[in-house]
T-cell receptor
Framework: DADVTQTPRNRITKTGKRIMLECSQT?????MYWYRQDPGLGLQLIYY???????NKGEISDGYSVSRQAQAKFSLSLESAIPNQTALYFC???????????FGQGTRLTVV | AQRVTQPEKLLSVFKGAPVELKCNYS??????LFWYVQYSRQRLQLLLR??SRESIKGFTADLNKGETSFHLKKPFAQEEDSAMYYC???????????FGKGTKLTVNP
């Protein structure tokens, strides 16, 4: 099921580097989300977007930025990566209220 | 503020035993509640939602507004149920989807 696709799947980067994680979907959903997953901390919401012109901060947006280039694309950027941003990042989409979320495969990011 | 609490990080049971994964929430309005499951090396997927009141893979969950809980239950656990389970809530506006910290369920043979 490649409806929600994240690239890259794995990435190792150095402290201070800028990095972008990309998410694209073919489900035609308006709502898109970025989460990070850490052992013991579960899924924490970074940013979410209702449509191209509506972007909202989540619980842990500091150090991150996003861009909704089109309905189907939602990118997450780390302007200056730091080691504690090492995590598994997930993108998700939803059609609207009362609907389930569909997740990408995840991007494993390591900052050294 | 929306908050989901899953008090157990780890839960271990034997095959055939009943299992209950706890979820409590904090939200001032009427929430939508979900359980998601993540099997090893797979993406998260929906297990069930409270509005559908259905049973999936033998799991059920009842919303208790008085206790602000949405516990997940299964009468007879199977080894293939071993996974991470996340409780999630959508609140006002139907947009912000918030997850608990998850419970890792291990079903032993």
């Amino acid at each position: 099921d490649a409806d929600v696709t994240q690239t890259p799947r794995n990435r190792i980067t150095k402290t201070g580097k800028r990095i972008m994680l990309e998410c694209s979907q073919t489900k035609g959903h308006d709502r898109m989300y970025w989460y990070r997953q850490d052992p013991g901390l579960g899924l924490q919401l970074i940013y979410y977007s209702f449509d191209v012109k509506d972007i909202n901060k989540g619980e842990i947006s500091d150090g991150y930025s996003v861009s909704r280039q089109a309905q189907a694309k939602f990118s997450l950027s780390l302007e200056s990566a730091i080691p504690n941003q090492t995590a598994l990042y997930f993108c998700a989409t939803r059609a609207g209220a009362d609907t389930e979320a569909f997740f990408g495969q995840g991007t494993r990011l390591t900052v050294v | 503020a929306q908050r989901v609490t899953q008090p157990e990080k780890l839960l271990s049971v034997f095959k055939g035993a009943p299992v209950e994964l706890k979820c409590n929430y904090s939200y001032s309005g009427s929430p939508e509640l979900f359980w998601y499951v993540q099997y090893s090396r797979q993406r998260l997927q929906l297990l069930l939602r409270h509005i559908s009141r259905e049973s999936i893979k033998g799991f059920t969950a009842d919303l208790n507004k008085g206790e602000t809980s949405f516990h997940l239950k299964k009468p007879f656990a199977q080894e293939e149920d071993s996974a991470m389970y996340y409780c999630a809530l959508i609140g006002l506006g139907g947009g912000k989807l918030v997850f608990g910290k998850g419970t890792k369920l291990t079903v032993n043979p």
